[in-house]
């Protein structure tokens, strides 16, 4: 049974640093495309970063050039590198797994992070 669970979280100053990992359970971080999403209170879900099977990223313009989506997949984990953090970066971020050959995505439970200012 394929599971994700994010960690990392917490609460950083404004202009600080975090990594979220997401842990996956089954071996299909290879084989999917990883993204992590974020949700702020009263607002909708939006997609923050993801890497595809083949290594490719791609990112949202407003975390461009600070954050930074990486794969182990020797050890099923991808992180999410957030630097120089604003106070808008503040949500839930949650973790996805779409895999390459179909099937079902899944989700992690999310973890928060909160910027002061």
């Known amino acids: 049974q394929v599971q994700l669970v994010e960690s990392g979280g917490g609460l950083v100053q404004a202009g600080g640093s975090l990594r979220l990992s997401c842990a996956v359970t089954?071996?299909?971080?290879?084989?999917?495309?990883m993204v992590w999403h974020r949700q702020a209170p009263g607002n909708q879900r939006e997609l923050v970063a993801r890497?595809?099977?083949?290594?490719?990223?791609d990112y949202a313009d407003s975390v461009k050039g600070r954050f930074t989506i990486t794969r182990d997949n020797a050890e099923n984990t991808v992180y999410l590198h957030m630097n120089s953090l604003k106070p808008e970066d503040t949500a839930v971020y949650y973790c996805?797994?779409?895999?390459?050959?179909?099937?079902?995505?899944?989700w992690g439970q999310g973890t928060q992070v909160t910027v002061s200012s």
């Open positions: 996805q797994a779409v895999p390459l050959y179909g099937g079902r995505d899944y």
């Open positions: 089954g071996s299909i971080v290879g084989t999917s495309t």
């Open positions: 890497i595809f099977h083949f290594g490719g990223t």
